[in-house]
Structures are given as structure tokens and as C-alpha cells.
């Protein structure tokens, strides 16, 4: 199998030959099996306290995770019952209830801070979604909401 690298003006390399590993995607996968799930697919969460966000019929699959919860899972039927179940630890961030949106990021560079939420550029602040920084003077903050006030929150350094 080859690849055709941009720029390579058409030279194709061996998968492989450049000695780079691919990034791992999942922290887990399994194989389980959900008799009562009738998706092809679904998307859920584990909540550290044990609650399932996502179709009740796919506990199973959660359950077969050899991960902590917190996480997120995402779940493929193979045949029949038997799934494959990508999982990744996630963090969990309870904000106020007043934070409107799906989606927020957060980049602060020095004294400089930009909020979007849903895309769109914000002018409030959110001292609990700053805080998910912690003592990092450059960092980005990326939340997607679960369900309510609970959100899943990334943060990396810049």
C-alpha cells in the first residue's frame, strides 16, 4: 500500500518508510456485545458517578471498557450483537448554568483571552472554564457539553 505525500510531485511512498508512527486514536478498544442495542452505531459517555449518556440498551459495551470513567465511547456494529468499541478517558467539567452554547473554546496568551462560543466570538467570561487551565500562562481550553452544566473539556498548552 502507498501514499502520495502533497508536494511529492506525484512520488509515492511505502506506508510506513518515512519511520513516522500514526497518533493512537483510542485509548481502548474492545470487542462486546449489546443483544438490545438495535443502532449500527452510537456515541456515549461514562460518568465517574457510573450514569450512562447515551442509548440505556448500550451498557454493556461501557462496562466491557477496561478504562476509568470518566470516558467516551464510540461503538460500531460488527455483526449481529458484537460491536467494536473505541474508548478515550475524557475530562469532565461541571459550568454555571447560565453558559449558553454547545461548543466553547477558550485560548489564553498572556493577558490576551478569546471565547467563542459555537464559533462565534464572545465577550463574557467564564472564570470556571479559565480556571480548567490551571497554572499554565498560555493554553487553549475546548469544551463540548454532555448533558446540562457537564461538559467535556480539553486543554493543552500553547
Given at each position: 500500500?502507498?501514499?502520495?505525500?502533497?508536494?511529492?510531485?506525484?512520488?509515492?511512498?511505502?506506508?510506513?518508510?518515512?519511520?513516522?508512527?500514526?497518533?493512537?486514536?483510542?485509548?481502548a478498544?474492545?470487542?462486546?456485545?449489546?443483544?438490545?442495542?438495535e443502532?449500527?452505531?452510537?456515541e456515549?459517555?461514562?460518568l465517574?458517578?457510573?450514569?450512562?449518556?447515551?442509548?440505556?440498551?448500550?451498557?454493556?459495551?461501557?462496562?466491557?471498557?477496561?478504562l476509568?470513567s470518566?470516558?467516551?465511547?464510540y461503538?460500531?456494529?460488527?455483526?449481529g450483537?458484537?460491536?467494536?468499541v473505541?474508548?478515550n478517558?475524557?475530562?469532565?467539567?461541571?459550568?454555571?448554568?447560565?453558559?449558553?452554547?454547545?461548543?466553547?473554546?477558550?485560548?489564553?496568551r498572556?493577558?490576551?483571552?478569546?471565547?467563542?462560543?459555537?464559533?462565534?466570538?464572545?465577550?463574557?467570561?467564564?472564570?470556571?472554564?479559565?480556571?480548567?487551565?490551571?497554572d499554565?500562562a498560555?493554553?487553549v481550553?475546548?469544551?463540548?457539553?454532555?448533558?446540562?452544566?457537564?461538559?467535556?473539556?480539553?486543554?493543552?498548552?500553547?
Open positions: 500500500m502507498t501514499e502520495e505525500f502533497p508536494g511529492a510531485r506525484g512520488f509515492r511512498l511505502p506506508v510506513g518508510i518515512t519511520g513516522l508512527q500514526r497518533q493512537r486514536e483510542w485509548d478498544v474492545v470487542l462486546a456485545e449489546a443483544p438490545g442495542l443502532a449500527d452505531e452510537a456515549l459517555v461514562l465517574r458517578d457510573g450514569t450512562l449518556l447515551g442509548d440505556p440498551a448500550a451498557e454493556p459495551l461501557v462496562r466491557a471498557v477496561p476509568e470518566p470516558f467516551s465511547a461503538a460500531v456494529r460488527k455483526s450483537a458484537l460491536y467494536s473505541g474508548a478517558e475524557i475530562e469532565v467539567a461541571e459550568l454555571p448554568a447560565a453558559v449558553e452554547g454547545e461548543e466553547l473554546e477558550l485560548s489564553v498572556g493577558e490576551e483571552r478569546i471565547l467563542t462560543v459555537d464559533g462565534m466570538r464572545s465577550f463574557d467570561s467564564i472564570p470556571e472554564l479559565e480556571a480548567l487551565g490551571g499554565r498560555d493554553f481550553v475546548r469544551a463540548r457539553r454532555l448533558a446540562g452544566r457537564l461538559w467535556q473539556a480539553d486543554v493543552e498548552a500553547l
